[in-house]
């Protein structure tokens, strides 16, 4: 029925499963060692300010159809390389006006579901493989500030006044990419890989580089005060 996560250590190669119906309450630090953990929930709760760590080759699985709703500003975070976050469901931060981290090089996120961010922010320094959905609501932030090299075909909606900034690290956008809505999907350290034909929006280039061998067309407003375009591509405003 219930699974209430507070403390302590789930380890060894075994797996834990939250049912469908069942709720999942994630509160205060804990340690995924070495285990898989599911959530099927679809009203599974993390709360607080806490560090959740994964170790020793976990994943962490939030399944289809599951929610794991972030409403403080926790840390997710790995403590070796090789560590997994399956997002196939919908992973939203709500509630908490301060920055849930995604933290750590070695660290995987893939986001095949939907990645919402409904208040504060969201700062991602581990791998980001998005072949799902990013959106981000009125004035929420999401910022890329690691080193790490992500890439997939998904979508990225931004709403007035809301801000995806590449400021390190690497964005592969494959086939099937997009950036929709009024906010801004800013270039100001990192790179952006144009992989395949897209298109954007609303773009901002002061520093980095955009580079790729696909055509990157800008919809309604490119600014560009710094950084390189390069590679055998095509930007088309």
Not at 103 to 117: H, Q
Not at 149 to 177: H, R
Not at 189 to 209: I, R
Request: glycine fraction near 20%; proline fraction near 0%; avoid cysteine.
């Amino acid at each position: 029925t219930s699974l209430t996560w507070s403390g302590g250590t789930m380890t060894g190669g075994g797996t834990t499963v939250v049912a469908t119906g069942a709720s999942l309450t994630i509160s205060g630090s804990q340690t995924l060692d070495g285990r898989t953990f599911t959530n099927n929930s679809a009203s599974g709760l993390w709360t607080g300010n806490g560090t959740l760590t994964l170790h020793n080759g976990s994943v962490f699985n939030n399944a289809t159809g599951a929610v794991l709703e972030a409403q403080g500003d926790g840390t997710l975070t790995q403590n070796f390389n090789g560590q997994t976050f399956n997002n196939a469901g919908t992973f939203r931060k709500t509630t908490g006006t301060g920055t849930t981290t995604i933290s750590a090089g070695g660290f995987t996120f893939n986001n095949t579901g939907t990645l919402d961010i409904q208040s504060g922010s969201v700062a991602m320094s581990a791998v980001l493989n998005n072949s799902g959905a990013v959106t981000l609501a009125a004035g929420r932030t999401l910022t890329f500030s690691g080193s790490a090299s992500g890439s997939g075909g998904g979508t990225y909606t931004l709403a007035s006044g809301s801000l995806v900034d590449l400021t390190a690290g690497t964005q592969t956008f494959t086939a099937g990419a997009d950036i929709a809505g009024a906010g801004l999907f800013k270039v100001s350290g990192g790179t952006m890989t144009v992989s395949a034909p897209m298109a954007a929006d609303n773009l901002a280039f002061t520093g980095g580089t955009l580079n790729g061998a696909g055509t990157l067309t800008v919809d309604t407003s490119l600014t560009w005060s710094g950084g390189t375009m390069t590679g055998g591509g095509t930007t088309v405003v």
